[in-house]
């Protein structure tokens, strides 16, 4: 799709066509923004489980429609009670492992963030039930979903990690093989406990019925985390990041730590600064890759669990980012690799007819998580937890900490009533696919599909890919290839599309109501618009 998908009703972007349908529907019962982005989501945890589910955490900016500053929401869990250093050492792990029950360290936050998000929802219009809501989702899960192309792949690819782990394999492997492109895959339990959560209210995920029998799971395979630490659990309120970008006319926003929200400001931030030439040139990539070393490098400093880092916002200070575009050669590549952040994710974007919008990311760290399904409810454990470290670290493990999380989704106002809610998936890709959708639309003023589905490049290791190179498509103008290698860049040339590029989408609204929307071909994605 090159077109960009316009309409005045409503519109939604999801990495699935069936969550975006989900999001379109709750929006023509009359439901908010709020309301068809946890119909997405909800989605997707039954349509993309490979992606995302409700093990997992989830990050909100919420718009009011009108030029106030958006709310930002953090839906992230903190590590279990027994996530202590002794635990490791009785099970002979000198770091939290990729997969597994000890992978399963960090409360599941994402649905606590739908509880906050649509009591939030309720006081902008009377809400719509639950069941509603829910419902597609509970469909999709108990009806069957048509397995993808990437959910077939990635369950061969990592067969060897996922197939041991408790529950895996009875819900991803059926027949107990790698399910093929096309087969049906049913998810019973998963149905149930959307079923319950829609009857009880999301709260019961934490404290009701579905908490006893997660609790109950989680203790019987050895995870850290138990009942005490799901009933504590909440999401919360923090303002976000702010960035004035006065060249562009325009403000960002983004979240917090733990997220690498910073990161994606302090690379718009130094690209503001410098010349990016034309589109697609030389100086627009060798600038947006500069400004991400630049960038990686402060975020790896000041950002960890909140409340053992100073505020980040100094560093956003126009001086600060002048001095941090003044040390970027235009014509020469920084040294690099830097220690790189993986990560598994979807992105999805809603903006009523009001002009209410929602940039939410919702995530399970790597391909399925930790691969621990709960039997009982169907959940799949998230293992964000294994971004923590056991000794020496800024992102030290202990009970009660939230880890380093790559998540964090976008939004910007521009000086002329426009409304962009972007973001993507992609780990340590986030914040540089965000760049180059942003820079498109604002710096260029391409239209937000031709902006994603546009030639995308990836500095260091990210989901899926083990070397610290800068990938570019192939699609990249051969000229801007060679003047990148000519400069020093570490370049490898990758296929046209690829996943590891992220899963990119965008809505524009402009001050007359008008909806733009995009979503991305490396995706299973669609726009769904009224």
Known sequence: MIETPMSL????TAPHHLAAAAGRDVLRLGGTAIEAAVATAAALSAVYPHMTGIGGDGFWLISDGTGAPPKALHATGAAGERATDAYYAERQLSAVPWRGPAAACTVPGTVAGWDAALAHSAGWQDPLPLEQILAAAIHHAETGIAV????????????DEL??????????????????????????????TLRRLARNGLRDFYEGETAAMLASDLAAADSPVTARDLARHRAEWLEPLALRLPRT????????????????????????????????????????????????????????DRGTVARPDPLLEPAALSAEAAAIDPARAAPWPHPAQPGDTVWLGVTDAQGRSASFIQSLYYEFGSGLVSPQTGVLMQNRGAAFQLSGS???????????????????????????????????????????????????????QKAVSAPRWLLGKTWGQGTMTLKVEDRVDAATIQALRAAGHDLEVTGPYEDFMGHAGAILRHPDGLLMGATDPRSDGAVAAL
């Open 163 to 192: 197939a041991p782990v408790p529950g895996f394999a009875d819900v991803y492997l059926p027949g107990g093989q790698p399910p093929e492109v096309g087969q049906l895959l049913r998810q019973p339990a998963l149905a149930a």
């Open 249 to 304: 006319g325009a403000t960002v926003w983004n979240t917090r730590p733990p997220t690498q929200g910073l990161a994606s400001l302090l690379i718009l931030g130094i690209a503001e600064q410098l010349d990016l030439g034309e589109e697609g040139s030389f100086a627009h990539l060798h600038g947006l890759v500069e400004a991400t070393k630049r960038a990686f490098r402060l975020r790896d400093v000041h950002v960890a």
């Open 9 to 12: 009703g409503g519109m939604v």
């Open 148 to 159: 993808t192309r990437s959910q077939s792949w990635l369950t061969g690819a990592r067969l």
């Open 394 to 448: 800024w992102n030290r493990l202990a009970p009660g900490r939230q880890p380093f999380t790559t998540l964090n989704p976008a939004m910007a106002l521009f000086d002329d009533g426009r409304r962009l809610t972007y973001g993507t998936m992609g780990g340590e890709g986030q914040p540089q696919t965000q760049a180059a959708v942003f820079t498109r639309i604002a710096r260029f003023g391409l239209p937000p």
